[in-house]
């Protein structure tokens, strides 16, 4: 489905479906945050509350593991961003009798 790390490929290589349908446009980064943002901060508040570590235990762990943990959530939660909107035909508003015609 990607050509590169989030680039979408122009169709699907094992039945040809275009993706030209395909925009997540912000989605992604949405539930990425949330995710993450659960994720990093409940691990913080954990550490801090049960090791209370030196400062600079934060500073080496943190923004690491949140790099990682935002880049590895991207592309599989694009990827399922991309396959509802074509199992559920979203797309731009359109009127009744556009519809009809495709
Ligand atoms: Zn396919």
């Known amino acids: 489905m990607f ?11 094992a039945c040809g479906l275009g993706y030209g349908f395909a925009d997540a446009g912000d989605g ?7 995710f993450a943002g659960f994720l990093i901060v409940g691990l913080a508040l954990f550490l801090e509350v049960v090791y209370e570590p030196p400062y600079w235990v934060y ?6 593991l949140t790099i990682l943990i935002c880049l ?14 074509y199992r559920n035909k ?5 009127l009744e009798s ?3 015609d495709g």
Request: aromatic letters at 6%.
């Open 72 to 85: 590895g959530l991207l592309r599989p939660l694009k990827g399922i961003l991309l396959s509802l909107q």
């Open 59 to 64: 500073f080496a762990v943190f923004p690491p």
């Open 3 to 13: 050509s590169k790390l989030l680039t979408v490929a122009p169709g699907c290589d």
């Open 98 to 100: 556009q519809k009809r």
């Open 28 to 34: 992604p980064a949405v539930f990425v945050m949330l």
């Open 90 to 94: 979203a797309g731009q508003g359109r």
